[in-house]
């Protein structure tokens, strides 16, 4: 299982943790430490599209009006802290943000 996010955010810290404490093996990447490839960003896109990108942060608000209005993968390609976090890949099935639907479908197993 692999948890891409950004260290500082409180849900991914808490996602890994329960995780961790329900015995899942679990791999954390922090996209600003370890910056995610065109490709791999495109099968986060193709997956969540719009959603992907937090409008709601601090980082969305700075952002230049251009880039507001560009498409996700521009928006995350220059500013990865505005993916919105975590994003869990479990196998094939990718999962975002830390809600009891996600908490429940992780641990569940």
Do not use: N
């Not at 991914?12 to 679990?26: H, I």
């Not at 608000?61 to 209005?69: E, N, P």
């Not at 919105?84 to 641990?107: H, Q």
Request: charged share 30%.
């Amino acid at each position: 299982m692999i948890i891409y996010g950004i260290s500082t955010c409180a849900a991914t810290r808490k996602a890994q943790k329960a995780l961790e404490a329900a015995g899942k093996e679990v791999t954390f990447r922090d996209v600003r430490s370890e910056p995610m490839s065109e490709a791999e960003w495109a099968v986060l896109i193709a997956e969540f599209g719009e959603r992907l990108v937090d409008r709601k942060s601090t980082e969305w608000r700075g952002l230049s009006d251009w880039l507001k209005h560009s498409e996700a993968d521009a928006q995350l390609a220059a500013k990865p802290k505005l993916m919105l976090s975590p994003v869990i890949r479990d196998g094939d099935t990718y999962y975002l943000g830390w809600d009891e639907t996600v908490e429940a479908a992780l641990l569940a197993g």
